[in-house]
């Protein structure tokens, strides 16, 4: 489904300051997999992701999606977000907080899919009752709780039908009591197939929902394996 080759990306914020970002990452993610990234904060998960996402342009690599280049080259291809068939929930929930919840549900599959409003809503009514919000249809985010707008997020991002879902450490930003609630909704998604990468520091989440787990440090992939390899004997 997914295949990241020789992945670079360069940051240096200042002359003289050590250059940060990904160094020669490669990885492969199966159908239906969870594929997780595990890591100290600034060795390069995030960068990973937003790359796959289109939100960040890499310096080097090829990065393909079900079969399809999306990325190969700084220069020589390069598809753009909105045309990736993916979708992403980041660490803040990004809900737009003039919207209602379903209005944030149906706005991309409206103005970016060109689907028909009736349509988008039936799907949106769906997926709020998949993510256990049902009764906040016509809510604003502000009335919600921090887990709830995140699982307003994960609706969104499901509501254009992507093949892939990125997760950036979804629940950081959330109170110990709500970290719960998303983290049902994901595994929910993965023993459906929905086929996901994962940057997390939930080990429990990692163990038992992973199907394979990835180590990086410093910009590289130090150790790939199974959970059971991971956990058990790294």
């Given amino acids: 489904m997914l295949r990241v080759l020789n992945l670079v990306k360069k940051y240096q914020a200042q002359v003289g300051e050590p250059v940060g970002g ?16 595990l890591g100290p904060s600034g060795c390069g998960k995030t960068t990973t992701l937003r790359s796959i996402a289109g939100l960040e342009t890499p310096d080097s690599g090829q990065i393909a999606l079900d079969g399809q280049i999306i990325f190969e080259g700084a220069t020589e291809q390069m598809i753009p977000m909105y045309d990736r068939d993916i979708g992403m929930v980041f660490q803040s929930y990004a809900v737009w907080p003039h919207m209602t919840v379903l209005e944030n549900i149906i706005e991309a599959p409206v103005r970016v899919r060109g689907m028909a409003r009736d349509e988008a809503t039936a799907i949106a009514e769906e997926l709020l009752r998949r993510v256990r919000l049902s009764d906040k249809r016509d809510a604003y985010p502000g009335r919600l709780s921090g887990g709830q707008q995140q699982r307003v997020a994960i609706a969104r991002s499901l509501a254009m039908k992507p093949a892939l879902m990125l997760f950036d450490e979804p629940t950081s930003a959330l109170d110990p009591e709500t970290i719960g609630e998303v983290l049902d909704v994901m595994k929910e998604l993965a023993l459906g197939g929905m086929t996901m990468v994962c940057v997390t520091h939930e080990m429990g989440f990692a163990r038992e929902v992973s199907d394979r787990v990835v180590m990086m440090d410093d910009g590289v992939i130090i150790e790939e394996g199974t959970p059971e390899h991971f956990f058990q004997n790294p």
């Fill in 22 to 37: 990904v160094f020669d990452v490669s990885f492969e993610v199966k159908q239906g997999e969870l594929f997780t990234l």
